[in-house]
């Protein structure tokens, strides 16, 4: 799958806020990671990109909030680098065109797929 760097995830991100077309995948809020919704079928998004830079080489679990924004606050950053979005692939919703950032949350005893909303206004291109 295709590396999307920092200018290629800005584009898509910009291109996503420009989208006003109402569609089911807005129906369920995603500003904040959620697990996946059953109204968002998969089926109706195609992964389009990758965050993940080098599959052989374990991401770093930190995660960036320079303002105290939490994993799951609405306005947290969106930094590539950092936890989760370095193990990210890219989804575009194929009816409406808006992206979606998704990965899949393996805990103890669980896998759950997440997604959260691409919002340019979210990304820092930070370094860990
Ligand atoms: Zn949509």
């Known amino acids: 799958m295709q590396k999307i760097d920092f200018a290629g995830?800005?584009?898509?991100?910009?291109?996503?806020?420009?989208?006003?077309?109402?569609?089911?995948?807005?129906?369920?809020?995603?500003?904040?990671?959620?697990a996946l919704p059953l109204s968002l079928e998969r089926r109706s998004l195609e992964e389009i990109g990758t965050l993940i830079d080098d599959?052989?080489?374990?991401?770093?679990?930190?995660?960036?909030?320079?303002?105290?924004?939490?994993?799951?606050?609405?306005?947290?950053?969106?930094?590539p680098r950092f936890y989760p979005y370095n193990r990210c692939t890219v989804a575009r919703c194929i009816?409406?065109?808006?992206?979606?950032?998704?990965?899949?949350?393996?805990?103890?005893?669980?896998?759950?797929?997440?997604?959260?909303?691409l919002r340019p206004e979210l990304l820092v291109d930070a370094q860990p």
């Open 95 to 117: 009816l409406c065109g808006r992206h979606y950032l998704l990965y899949n949350e393996a805990g103890g005893y669980f896998t759950e797929w997440r997604i959260r909303a």
């Open 9 to 34: 995830l800005m584009r898509l991100a910009q291109a996503s806020a420009a989208t006003g077309a109402p569609c089911a995948c807005t129906l369920v809020p995603l500003a904040a990671w959620t």
């Open 55 to 79: 599959p052989y080489e374990e991401p770093t679990f930190a995660e960036c909030h320079p303002a105290g924004t939490r994993y799951d606050s609405p306005d947290a950053p969106i930094a």
